[in-house]
């Protein structure tokens, strides 16, 4: 199976916003080098697709085992924090075979794709179901737009309305993993992302409280349950609904700092940590990039509960 | 499953006899007496805790469109409030 990983570097831009002018971009590295090098172990190949900036700054201190240069205009600095999303369909667009796309910010520590990639019974693959009680991304966005979304063929109401009984919420599905066995499905994803994008930029739907989370994430469930494709979902949602979704990765050996998660001090150092004790081959690697880093202004985050998830990780070494 | 046992004492009644002086009487088994057992069934509660329904543990959420929630007076610490995922394998 094909295995790809995609990144565009837009300006300095992140696709969490952390304000002000800073370089927060290049810690991104720490992720893509241990998230290329636990896929390299398990699967063998990678393919990353990417622009120059982001080869440059980053990526050419990775040894990606094929790199495909792409520059793209679909996103710029001006619509990066709405639309950075639409780089992942520029890439989706030039596969002609089955793949699996994995985000930069995914370690897979244990093999969690042979069901999928073994079995072939599957029109395509997820991390995992998600919702976002919090803030209602997907919430708010369905229940403002639900005739619309019925009269732009989007939804299939009753299924909607069933999922809705079913989880108490509604869902989307988190794409840190995303592939496709059935080629139809992938074009028929493309050319809807591509026209939900756009009745969103058009004022047609309302309430978006995250773009690229709405086209990506949540179109995926839709269309995947309006016409019945078979989804596998890396982390079982029984383990989702008992344990969590942090103690689900743990157990399953997956990890997925989403989000604002990778610009974290305490995660980047032990990302760090990770790589120099369980894959010292790859050190050389950190030496070459971190050669480069002078007169850089990061702007490290915090987690809210940092304190109470070092605490666990401590006591469990 | 529970086996309930219950010893029945068996019922008498009495009966006419002879070789007596006058009406004597004796006690004998009541081999057509019905027993009938009535059980009550009594509750012992026990508290086991407030039952959720088919719920999903809260993922903690996008952190909204400005994608952060706070940051200290000297405006470089901000907060994540996204829930990372299986972060303890990074150990």
Known sequence: MKIIQSFYQIDNKTCYNIGGNNDNYLLNYYSMLLSYITIKEKYGEVAMYCNKLAYDKMLKYIPYDKIVLDETSIVDASNYRQEWGMLKFNVFSQQNEPFIHIDTDVFLFNDVLSGYINKGKYDGIVQSIEHDKRYGVYDSFYHANQENLIKYDFINDNLMKRSIDKYLTVIGYNNGVVGFNNLKFLEEYIESAKKLNDLIKAGVFVNVKNQTIIFEQFLLYILSQKNGYKIFEVLPEDDIINIGFNETGNKHGYTHLLSGNKYVKNFILLIRNKIIQNYPNYIKHIDEFEKTINNVNFTFLSHKDENHLMKNIVQKW | ?91
């Open chain 2, 1 to 91: 499953m529970e086996i309930i046992k219950k010893q029945v004492l068996q019922a008498l009644t009495t009966g006419t006899t002879t070789g007596c002086t006058g009406s004597c009487r004796i006690i004998i088994p009541d081999l057509t007496a019905n027993y009938f057992f009535k059980i009550c069934l009594s509750q012992e509660t026990q508290d086991i805790g407030f039952f959720d329904t088919y719920t999903i543990n809260d993922y903690g959420g996008y952190d909204g469109y400005d994608g952060y929630d706070g940051k200290n007076i000297n405006n470089t610490i901000l907060l994540v409030n996204i829930e990372p995922i299986g972060i303890d394998n990074l150990l």
